[in-house]
């Protein structure tokens, strides 16, 4: 009993004449015992005649310490997962060619297991998880890193631990490395984690040595609350593990190279002890979690009718029914002593009153129905996370679907309908047998929203339960069911079903009707790349939908859910704010004006989609000096969006019209060259002088001489070469003796330029993905409409990298929905979509219009053209690691004019041109030229 982990030195087994490395270290005290028996025997055997069933018993006592070292060592076994701890585990398994793992372009792997991620002040890098590719009947074919069934997403929750080795260069500071999970739908993302201190080994990671990290999987579980109950509270259907950037205000970001990469219940111990020893959350059941109440113990169950006394109010003698019975008297009624038999008609529906049915003179309550509290209140079913009964129900017409709602009596609200079928059912549907109904109350929650935030989001002063009719406007069903309910009880502890409800949210009955699509087709001028998600607020539960009404933008709610705004057809809104409140989607059908009042404005989204009925219109005025800001912060949901067309700014025929401040003089040449160190700089002329101004931003072209920059031998090509071009700001302006401009920059040069111009890239709107954005943004027109971009700032902009196009392939499931509908069926996942660039026309139906815009950093093309035709004149592109004036069928048409360039050195990679071999580049468009 003395044995202990790691000092096997107490062990008794040591004192026998047994060897001292029979007792195994990792393992408890049990084979100590069987072999410290053994030994015993055996001395004794030694040292005295034994009889023939002492030295059996020795050997069962030794065939048993072996059953138990045996077992001890595959339980332990069964207690890890290896995510990644070789080159393998970065590429698909399933069917060939495997796909990337690698949940980033600057993701890769180094030697035999090494997972190499040099972050950038934009991107983070890792790990996709669960299934990659899908073949045509929706089988998983192609899979990164799963548990249990091939393609699933893991649940992190099944271990104790995520632990790995790490070492860390170019940590700057504040800038730490740091990690964290996410889920892709609902897009959910964990606690980030800092990688130092009681989480690493030595308490920080270096560059010199690899450090063992150990973290509590309890400590990734983030905090936030989705309608009072933490969102992820189980980290269940991991998508994405990400080590991560330090944003744009950091030059220097971290380099990671991980190894063994591994779930575990037994983790290595590390010199700084992790936080804690067990998971501070329990593990996930088959359950949905259960919410908190305000009391500090749970809720003892709630009855709400139980017996035929419960048809009846209490209070006052000559008690009144609590039978909600619009149509007939004989539509509800108490047919045995616990059992309540409700009959709507094809008219009405029908069920209980519950709270106060009567008052006396003084407006007391005397009579009172079911009711929660003080006597006569209307109960809150919030208060409790589960409505459960027992039920059977008559034959009825095949198509009938049996549901209950909720309704409150002032103001006069309803709960969203509940069908009685799939996973709130024992066996999936109610029958002519006694079956379990378990119904989550979020579910009753209705999404109808009054003045911009949910008219009912707390089921408090319920006024009435209904079994609902089956008929409606549109459809008459001769045979209604028939109910027969018991024991209907809310309560915060269940009973199981035969087929549980997997979440709080059991997936929506469908039926072949226009839910069941998935797409919905776009016109524009040829018949490829049409089909576009369908966004309707009874698609997202998880979302919250403000509709914009009275012309007013919509007042942000008391919510951590995501949020939507939807600005419908006939309102006409002008959004002028600046704040930090982040949007997942504003969807526009109607008009919404973006512009300054008597301040700047910043409006942070996931994606601003323009729909064919819509007009964005954002601009500024001159001499106003105020500003637009468009942060895009979103992440992609490919379950929803396959082709990853949302996350920026789309326009599906819609109007769209962005129109800066003008900038006469977008550019001008130095009068001589700057040498590195300097921190002024002489341009010819004064207009510089006269149109910029402290604080504007400018752009020194890369201008190193003596390099063979044909097209077999682009500097990038030659390895190592750094891009000289630099951003400043002007910190002060003059004009002298020589009427040139004189600037004064923000901070000295690094490099020396010479023979060239200097770019001003400072504009009045400004589109910026953020550095907290999972993924990158995105603006595109398709179709009609009108599509104007003029003197705007484009900044970290476009998807599509350098890398071989791999685009999703979609199929058409063949349902017949109405025109324009198709369920679309994902046979293979994309993982570098083509047309995802930073500023695009695609099949435009309409003249486009690109002028004076300044497009800075895009991985691979600037602005393209796609069989359109597109005025593309006076803009300025920096940076663009592909093209920065891509044209991309030879089918487009218009002015391609007085354009600025910048390329970053980069060369040429085959695939895309057959002239050039993959070995001499990184990609296809000669680094912006």
């Known amino acids: 009993d003395r044995c202990q982990r790691n000092a096997c030195d107490n062990c008794p087994c040591h004192t026998s004449s047994l060897s001292p490395s029979t007792c195994i270290q990792p393992h408890s005290t049990s084979h100590c015992f069987m072999l410290f028996a053994l030994g015993q025997i055996m001395l004794e055997q030694k040292e005295s005649k034994v009889s023939k069933s002492m030295v059996r018993q020795a050997n069962r006592y030794y065939l048993l310490s072996i059953w138990v070292l045996v077992t001890r060592i595959l339980i332990a076994t069964a207690g890890q997962s290896v995510i990644f701890n070789n080159t393998d585990n970065a590429l698909t398994v399933g069917q060939t060619p495997a796909v990337t793992c690698l949940n980033s372009a600057i993701t890769s792997t180094i030697g035999p297991d090494v997972l190499h991620i040099p972050v950038d002040k934009w991107r983070s890098g890792g790990l996709f998880f669960g299934c990659q590719s899908k073949d045509a009947s929706w089988a998983c074919i192609k899979t990164c890193y799963y548990q249990d069934a091939f393609g699933n997403t893991p649940n992190f929750s099944k271990y104790g631990y995520l632990t790995f080795l790490a070492r860390v260069t170019g940590q700057n500071g504040a800038c730490q490395p740091k990690m964290k999970v996410a ?121 709400v009718f139980a017996t035929t006394a419960d048809a009846f109010t209490v209070g006052q003698a000559t008690a009144l029914s609590c039978l909600a019975t619009p149509g007939s008297p004989e539509n509800t009624a108490v047919i045995d002593p616990n059992v309540l038999q409700i009959a709507p008609d094809k008219w009405h529906a029908a069920g209980l009153y519950f709270g106060c049915r009567e008052k006396n003179s003084s407006w007391a309550c005397v009579k009172s129905c079911y009711y929660q509290g003080k006597f006569g209140n209307m109960p809150n079913f919030s208060k409790y996370s589960y409505l459960t009964f027992k039920a059977k129900v008559s034959d009825h017409d095949s198509e009938c679907s049996l549901s209950i709602h909720l309704s409150k009596y002032w103001p006069v609200y309803y709960s969203k309908p509940v069908r009685l079928s799939g996973p709130y059912v024992d066996a999936g549907e109610l029958s002519g047998e006694w079956r379990k109904v378990v119904i989550p109350t979020n579910d009753l929650v209705s999404q109808e929203l009054c003045d911009g935030v949910l008219c009912w989001p707390s089921l408090n002063d319920v006024s009435t339960l209904w079994f609902d009719s089956c008929s409606s406007a549109l459809v008459e069903y001769p045979v209604q069911p028939v109910y027969q309910i018991s024991n209907l009880t809310l309560t915060n502890y269940p009973p199981k079903l035969l087929s549980q409800p997997p979440t709080l949210s059991p997936t929506p009955y469908v039926t072949m009707n226009p839910s069941l699509a998935t797409h919905r087709l776009v016109d524009c001028s040829d018949t490829n790349h049409q089909w576009y998600p369908i966004f309707e607020s009874e698609r997202e539960p998880d979302n919250v939908w403000l509709i914009a009404s009275n012309n007013e933008w919509p007042k942000y709610p008391q919510t951590s859910r995501a949020v939507t705004v939807h600005v419908p057809i006939g309102q006409t809104v002008t959004y002028h704010e600046y704040n930090s409140l982040k949007y997942d989607k504003v969807i526009i059908e109607g008009t919404l004006n973006i512009k300054p009042l008597e301040s700047d404005v910043k409006l942070t989204v996931g994606t601003l989609l323009v729909e064919k009925t819509g007009y964005l219109n954002i601009s500024t005025s001159t001499p106003e000096p105020y500003t637009v800001t468009i942060e895009i912060d979103g992440m992609l949901n490919r379950e929803v969006d396959p082709e990853e067309t949302m996350v920026g700014l789309v326009s599906l025929a819609g109007s769209v019209t962005v129109s800066g401040n003008s900038i006469p003089v977008k550019w001008s040449s130095i009068a001589l060259a700057v040498e590195a160190g300097s921190v002024s700089v002489e341009l010819l002329g004064i207009d510089a002088a006269t149109y910029w101004v402290v604080g504007d931003e400018i752009v020194f072209p890369d201008t190193k001489e003596g390099r ?174 592909g093209s920065a004036i891509f044209l991309e069928d030879s089918t487009e048409t218009g002015p391609v004019m007085n354009n600025f360039l910048i390329g970053n050195g980069g060369g040429t990679r085959g695939g895309d041109d057959g002239r050039f071999a993959i070995k001499n580049g990184t990609d296809m468009g000669h680094g912006g030229l």
């Open 183 to 303: 889920k892709r739908y609902p897009v959910y993302s964990s606690a980030i984690i800092t990688l130092s201190g009681k989480y690493v080994d030595k308490a920080a990671l270096v560059g010199s040595e690899y450090r063992q990290v150990v973290i509590p999987v309890a400590d990734l579980i983030s905090k936030e609350l989705c309608g009072g109950i933490l969102c992820w509270p189980v980290l269940t259907d991991v998508a994405t593990i990400w080590f991560l950037s330090c944003g744009t205000d950091f030059t220097t970001q971290p380099i990671y190279d991980i190894k063994n990469l591994v779930l575990t219940d037994q983790p290595p111990l590390i010199s700084n002890a992790p936080p804690t020893s067990m998971p501070t959350f329990p593990p996930p059941t088959n359950q949905p979690t259960s919410y908190p109440t305000s009391s500090p113990t749970p809720l003892p169950d709630s009855k």
């Open 708 to 881: 063979n920059v044909a097209h077999w031998n682009f500097p990038k090509n030659e390895g190592g070469y750094v891009d000289q071009t630099e951003l400043r700001k002007i910190a002060a302006l003059s004009i002298n003796d020589d009427d040139n401009t004189v600037i004064i920059l923000d901070r000295p040069l690094l490099y020396r330029h010479a023979g060239c111009n200097v770019v001003h890239v400072t504009r009045s709107i400004n589109f910026v993905t953020s550095h907290t954005s999972n993924d990158r943004g995105h603006i595109m027109h398709t179709g009609g409409g009108s599509f104007s971009f003029q003197n705007t700032r484009i900044e970290n902009f476009g998807r599509t990298s350098v890398q071989l196009i791999d685009s999703t392939a979609m199929k058409d499931a063949d349902i017949d929905l109405a025109a324009g509908l198709a369920q679309m069926n994902v046979i293979h996942q994309g993982s570098n979509q083509v047309g995802r660039y930073a500023l695009h026309a695609h099949h435009s139906m309409v003249e486009v219009f690109f002028k004076g815009n300044a497009i800075l950093f895009s991985p691979r093309n600037g602005i393209v053209a796609h069989n359109s035709r597109v005025h593309i004149l006076e803009n300025i592109v920096v940076g663009a690691n």
